[in-house]
């Protein structure tokens, strides 16, 4: 199994704090992930990165920041919760390979956030 | 975005049945891959098919990717209860990501 670890792995807070997803991960793996998993959405893409200090945003980015100051770790903040961010959270990890994009992805185990 | 459809939502089978499943979209993808998820934990990759006409198998499960490049079908002959669980479709195109479809989920009872 890919190594990849959550935290924290259950959450509950309240509308309007901060709240930061960490995850870490040890196979050196150049791209990491972050999506959001809703009943009727399956899973969206938050944020991406592609390198240390290199992030893109996904298809549901808004209300979301994300940093990446070290391969293994890649940090999702939600800057002031909203109810509407109650979800399920993975990211995941995949290797760069050159000339071929659309690596497979591993998954990390999610965090379940929910916000009152 | 490129969307990606899975058909059935849902799907519920006796032990032994075979089924199979489809992920359909408008767009081609240069690649495309199947996951299973399981309650409470990440999806798993299956396989990754891409080429057109490709065929893979994985013990019981056969993956199929159309010849154009925007439709695949996942079969299983003989349906086990660990068989049980979330199956996603995820396709790639130019960039780093990948669109997923919204799933299968299948029930397989003893």
């Known amino acids: 199994d890919a190594g990849i670890t959550q935290s924290p792995r259950h959450k509950v807070t309240e509308t309007g704090t901060p709240v930061t997803l960490r995850c870490h991960q040890t196979e050196n793996h150049r791209y990491m992930y972050w999506y959001r998993q809703d009943p009727g959405h399956g899973l969206r893409l938050i944020h991406y990165s592609y390198g240390v200090k290199d992030t893109d945003k996904g298809e549901v980015s808004d209300g979301y920041s994300v940093s990446r100051s070290k391969t293994e770790d890649f940090l999702l903040t939600l800057e002031s919760a909203t109810s509407s961010q109650t979800s399920v959270y993975f990211c995941?990890?995949?290797?760069?390979?050159?000339?071929?994009?659309?690596?497979?992805?591993?998954f990390g185990d999610g965090t379940r956030l929910s916000i009152l | 975005t490129q969307l990606l459809e899975q058909s059935p939502q849902f799907l519920s089978i006796q032990e032994g049945e075979n089924l199979t499943v489809y992920c359909n979209s408008s767009?081609?993808?240069?690649?495309l891959q199947w996951y299973r998820q399981e309650p409470g934990e990440g999806p798993v990759l299956l396989v990754t098919v891409v080429t057109g006409g490709e065929v893979k198998k994985l013990k019981r499960l056969t993956f199929q990717f159309g010849d154009a490049r925007k439709d695949s079908s996942l079969h299983i002959t003989a349906a086990q209860p660990g068989d049980t669980g979330l199956y996603l479709c995820?396709?790639?195109?130019?960039?780093?990501?990948?669109?997923f479809g919204k799933g299968t989920s299948l029930l397989v009872t003893p």
């Open positions: 995820a396709g790639g195109d130019s960039g780093y990501a990948l669109n």
């Open positions: 767009s081609v993808f240069s690649s």
């Open positions: 995941a990890i995949s290797e760069s390979r050159t000339g071929s994009r659309n690596q497979p992805q591993h």
